[in-house]
């Protein structure tokens, strides 16, 4: 029962924000000056307070693909 609950179709609606805040962190590193998604935050400095989940979904992604995603959400 645990298993069918947690290994359903991932349901978030931001799923496409960690992975594209992952791509970012990949390349520019969790101390980057902008944030290219945060565009209204004006001139703050970003706060990379999930980068490593980010960048980790990112490598999921990348490696596995979307089914990989979902094995790792299951």
């Given at each position: 029962?645990?298993?069918?609950?947690?290994?359903?179709?991932?349901?978030?609606?931001?799923?496409?924000?960690?992975l594209a805040?992952?791509?970012?962190?990949a390349?520019?590193?969790?101390?980057?000056?902008t944030?290219?998604?945060l565009?209204?935050?004006?001139?703050?400095?970003?706060?990379?307070?999930?980068?490593l989940?980010?960048?980790?979904?990112h490598?999921?992604?990348?490696?596995?693909?979307?089914h990989?995603?979902?094995?790792?959400?299951?």
């Amino acid at each position: 029962m645990l298993l069918a609950v947690v290994a359903r179709p991932l349901a978030t609606d931001d799923t496409w924000w960690h992975l594209a805040m992952g791509r970012f962190y990949a390349s520019a590193g969790p101390w980057a000056e902008t944030d290219p998604l945060l565009h209204t935050a004006g001139t703050r400095s970003p706060v990379p307070q999930e980068w490593l989940f980010q960048v980790a979904l990112h490598d999921v992604q990348q490696v596995a693909g979307f089914h990989g995603l979902r094995a790792l959400h299951a």
